[in-house]
């Protein structure tokens, strides 16, 4: 997988990441009942998942792949749940400061948060 340019958009690294076919839940089996509302990100609809309970692509990639590919997510995950925590951990210190406020206008003025 090439490295993402953290400089670039979001639409050019997601052309960069690879297509796993046992990861995407078949859209047959999705039946979309009403739209809940739309923003920024796009259409949120409420949706019945026809078999979600049978639905493991780690096992999947585990028997295709012997378990190695599994293990790379498994790790990636607790880093990224780490990394999440310690964000959290941080936003809450600020808004416990009253910064919360200063927090938000800054991310909606810049394109990074400052902070």
């Not at 509302?37 to 019945?48: K, Y």
């Not at 607790?78 to 009253?98: D, I, L």
Request: one cysteine or more; proline letters at 3%.
């Amino acid at each position: 997988m090439e490295i993402l340019d953290r400089n670039g958009n979001i639409q050019e690294q997601l052309q960069k990441l690879p297509f796993i076919p046992e990861w995407e839940f078949p859209r047959e089996r999705i039946s979309f009942a009403r739209e809940l509302g739309s923003g920024q990100f796009g259409i949120v609809w409420l949706a019945d998942a026809i078999g979600i309970s049978a639905f493991h692509p780690r096992d999947m990639l585990r028997e295709r792949e012997g378990g190695r590919r599994f293990l790379f997510f498994n790790r990636t995950t607790k880093r990224n749940s780490y990394v999440f925590c310690k964000e959290v951990t941080q936003v809450a210190v600020k808004a416990m400061k009253g910064w919360i406020l200063n927090l938000y206008n800054t991310c909606m003025y810049y394109d990074y948060c400052l902070y």
